[in-house]
């Protein structure tokens, strides 16, 4: 009992990281369309960059704000600077992203080496949890509890304020948006911003459980295709539903058949593909 | 001049001597090259079947697949597989190579097709790497990330081995060639011109009565199965194999080759793919970062060359036409 318990509380506090990057990719696609490849490197980068803050700091609270507010500034560049001129062209799409993948992940190999690294629990949560009859470690339990209140803010902000009304409004018809006086252009920059801004969250956060290390801008990047491909590209709902699923499964995958840990993720969303194809909570 | 060349289904004159220059020229270089360059030449051909194969879905049915190197690597691993362990000689070994990509272009195309767009472009990435997850997590079978070493150069039976490299070389030249030809055919056939029909409008073919979800299928089986031809020949040209060549970055490089030398060409995306080749061997003698300069070519192209290397002339040449 005792085992998927922990396991289970593993499996949603890995989900929730998995939301963070998720909630990013769905939230750029959903108002630009875009399909970031370059998601990954956001996560990877905010890692570095936190673990960077936090050996010159020694504040983990810094090292998040810092991190991931840095990492909005490069996607604010990127969207900016390349993106832009690219609406609604999917191949130049591809390639410019894939292209700022492929930098950054030699970027970051050079500067900080092919060695995984390890980054120090935050100190109010380095301690275990008695939860009845075992313990469990506090920082899993609040990353949970930090991917809840995410939620509740990303929904927050998108159905009970006036800058979700707008992005809602874009969604749905970019070009009334724009003749009803919307900055529509604004809010593409923003709306990428903030999700480079969690996606860099996820690599600090995760960074005390997962490690920090070279390659994991394409391992992330690959399970939150995963997640949008079963919750549903461009829905909130299904990045949350679909990040704790995923989570569940890699992490239930990796303890029963190490060998086909990946199977246990594609399997299911082979399953989702071929009964829905646009994911749990995508539009059709 | 330049309107009637892309418009007329007969190529001008100048074009049919031309290839038989680069034809005969592609036969004298082995006595020409060193066996550096001439393993260079070969890995040219190899990665320019992949990308024309890449290019009848992007090109010609406007499909964008981002896990292309799936079926090359699929159909690496089987010839490696039944080389080694069965030692199935090229006979059998590189036609079974050949069914195992277009029996997984087969599958993942039925799943694949249900979408468009960014799904249609995240899902053939996903599956491409269920294939490098099984590739690399099933050592006792694959060998996992150390691959599959000492597959056998071909021996095409009654005395001749392409042990030797120029043999070796003619042996890809045929093939890639012959794959060339069959892909030229393809896109020139009325199969060809209803696949470009669907890549500019699918509810107009549809109302002309093209069964249009077969057509798509029938297009990525092929794709996949040509793709499964260049891998099969890269396996037995590094007489190695592993999850190497299932990465997201190897089908990330075809799309460029692709696009880097112009979709919708055939021709370009040969171009391309030579030049990948070339840029990959020279920058890696002076350099490990090879990934941040191929990083750096990605957004050149999608800047200043969105259209490719033909497209780039094409353009000069229809500015010079019409002045």
Known sequence: MTFWLVQTLNGIS?????????????????LM??????????????????????????????????????????????????????HLQELPQVLVTFGFLFIFSDLTTLIWGGNPQTMPKPEMFANSLQLGSFFYPSYRLFIIGFGLVVAVLLWWLQEGTRIGAMVRASVDDEEVARALGINVSLLFTLVFALGAFLAALGGVMGGPIVGVYPGA??????????????GGLGSLKGALAGGLIVGLLDNFGKVFFPELALFTIFAPMVLILAVRPAGLFGRE | MTARFLISKTPPRWLGALTIVAVLAMLVLPLLLSNYYLGLATQMMIFALFAMSLDLLIGYTGMASLGHAAYFGIAAYATGLLALNLGWNV?????????????????????????????????????SQVVWGVASGWRS????????????????????????????????????GAGAFLLVRIVASPFGYALRGIRESETRMLALGYAVRRYR???????????????CLYVYYNRFVSPDYLQVIRSAEVLLMVIMGGAGTLIGPAIGAALIVLLENVISAYTERWLLVLGVIYILVALFAPRGIVGFVRELRAKRGAS
């Open chain 2, 217 to 231: 299928l029938a297009a990525f089986v092929l794709a996949g199965t040509f793709a499964g031809l260049a891998g």
């Open chain 1, 33 to 86: 369309k875009i399909l970031n490849l370059t998601h990954g490197s956001f996560y990877l980068l905010g890692g570095y960059l936190g673990l960077l803050v936090l050996h010159r700091t020694g504040s983990f609270v810094l090292a998040v704000l810092a991190a991931s507010l840095a990492i909005a500034v490069v996607g604010v560049v990127i969207e900016r600077f390349f993106l832009r001129r690219f």
């Open chain 2, 141 to 176: 079978m694959t060998g996992g990330d150390d691959g599959l070493p000492d597959v056998p150069r071909p021996d095409l039976g009654f005395g001749v081995s392409l042990g030797a490299d120029a043999a070796f070389y003619y042996f890809v030249l045929l093939m890639a």
């Open chain 2, 91 to 127: 006979w059998l070994a590189l036609p079974a190579g050949l069914f195992a990509a277009a029996l997984a272009a087969a599958l993942f195309g039925l799943l694949a097709l249900r979408t468009r767009g960014s799904y249609f472009l995240m899902i053939t990435l996903a599956l």
């Open chain 1, 217 to 230: 801008d394409f391992e992330v990047l690959l399970l939150g295709f995963v997640v949008v491909i079963i």
């Open chain 1, 14 to 30: 890995f989900g929730m990281l998995l939301f963070l990057l998720a909630a990013g990719l769905s939230l750029i696609f959903g």
